[in-house]
């Protein structure tokens, strides 16, 4: 699998960016024929945090239209920074109240919800702008006390309470695997909240639009896969390692 660990070069090309791009592609590939799945059932969310536009500008030209980010301020910068790409935005990280009215004027996606106050303001600002987002709900699948997210026996109620925005488009739920060498661990996490969403597709469909599951990140996302991922969030694996000096 590329990692960040094993990544042999930074890409700053073009070309550079397309081979990197073609392994993860290629390991998406393995993963959902080792779990009789069609590839192209698996959506791919660049992360750039920490990538200048710049070097974002040659992954797009590589075929990147859409990137994640974990900071709001830095997502915005880059948004204005490339906005004649077109390019799709997606929020991945966790939303300061202070941030929401940033979140609802530029991006796309934000796949970190859980918590109610945030949903509201969301929804009330993108009423001002005359827009909608896609959000995912973060569940809390490892049960670390570090970790965001809801508990897996409040998403149900939690989603229920979602109803009542209508320019919040509910996709699907999201989550972080223990940060683990233990497969056997990660496995389990990305399990609990597939079973967690089938139960509620199964029970509740209004409640979860198209059921989708974020999950897996550069060091775990083909296990994701095998587990039933529909997007999985990669960074370091196309980007190289960051550079958190910038």
């Not at 042999?8 to 080792?34: C, G, H």
């Not at 702008?129 to 973060?138: A, K, N, S």
């Not at 996709?171 to 089938?198: Q, Y």
Request: charged share 30%.
């Amino acid at each position: 699998m590329s990692t960040p660990e094993n990544a042999s070069t930074v890409a700053t090309t073009e070309i550079e960016f397309r081979k990197a791009l073609d392994a993860v592609y290629e390991n998406i590939a393995v993963a959902a024929e080792r779990a009789g799945r069609d590839p192209r059932d698996i959506r791919l969310l660049p992360v750039s945090k920490t990538v200048t536009a710049e070097r974002m500008r040659a992954a797009f030209a590589a075929g990147m239209t859409a990137f994640g980010e974990n900071k709001v301020q830095e997502a915005e910068r880059k948004a204005e920074a490339m906005s004649d790409l077109g390019a799709h935005w997606a929020i991945i990280g966790p939303l300061q109240s202070n941030k929401t009215r940033n979140v609802a004027e530029f991006a796309h996606e934000f796949q970190a919800l859980d918590r109610i106050r945030i949903a509201r303001r969301l929804d009330n600002q993108l009423k001002e702008f005359d827009r909608t987002l896609d959000v995912f709900v973060q569940v809390n699948a490892s049960g670390e006390e570090t970790k965001s997210g809801i508990e897996p026996g409040e998403v149900e109620e939690f989603l229920e309470q979602l109803q009542e925005f209508e320019n919040l488009q509910v996709k699907g739920l999201m989550t972080m695997a223990l940060h683990s060498d233990d497969e056997v661990v990660i496995r389990e996490n990305f399990a609990m909240l597939r079973a967690l969403r089938d139960d509620i597709s199964r029970r509740r469909p209004e409640l979860i639009g198209d059921g989708e599951l974020s999950m897996g990140m550069s060091s775990d996302y083909m296990i994701a896969i095998e587990e039933g991922a529909t997007v999985v969030r990669v960074g370091s694996a196309i980007f190289g390692e960051r550079e958190y000096s910038n």
